[in-house]
């Protein structure tokens, strides 16, 4: 019914940049908040950045000034531009979906829906 699908990692150099993508499809009602979670490995999932509906954002202290958030509200889709890349941001990059979408029988759904995740690495 519905999907997500994040893409744009790969390997970097410190300094460098990256831009994720995230995309969602499907019996799309609305799109509500969108964020990014990294994990790396032998650590706990964090939140990188969220952004709203209406584009209010929200950055983990350790990547502000760094990347930005935004989102293409007609193409449901949201971006993280990643500028002076560090490698201590190498992690698999996850993007969620607060979405509302219709069922088969055309009720209006909702849940949270995650991408299969992007990996990112930084390394000289």
């Known amino acids: 019914q519905v999907q997500v699908v994040d893409s744009g990692g790969g390997l970097v150099q410190p300094g460098g940049s990256l831009r994720l993508s995230c995309a969602a499809s499907?019996?799309?009602?609305?799109?509500?908040?969108m964020g990014w979670y990294r994990q790396a490995p032998g650590k706990e999932r964090e939140l990188v950045a969220s952004i709203t509906s209406s584009s209010s954002t929200n950055y983990a202290d350790s990547v502000k000034g760094r990347f930005t958030i935004s989102r293409d509200n007609a193409k449901n889709t949201m971006y993280l531009q990643m500028n002076n890349l560090k490698p201590e941001d190498t992690a698999t990059y996850y993007c969620?979906?607060?979405?509302?979408?219709?069922?088969?029988?055309?009720?209006?759904?909702?849940?949270?829906?995650w991408g299969q995740g992007t990996q990112v690495t930084v390394s000289s």
């Open positions: 969620k979906a607060d979405l509302r979408y219709y069922s088969s029988s055309g009720y209006v759904l909702a849940g949270d829906y």
């Open positions: 499907g019996n799309i009602f609305s799109v509500n908040t």
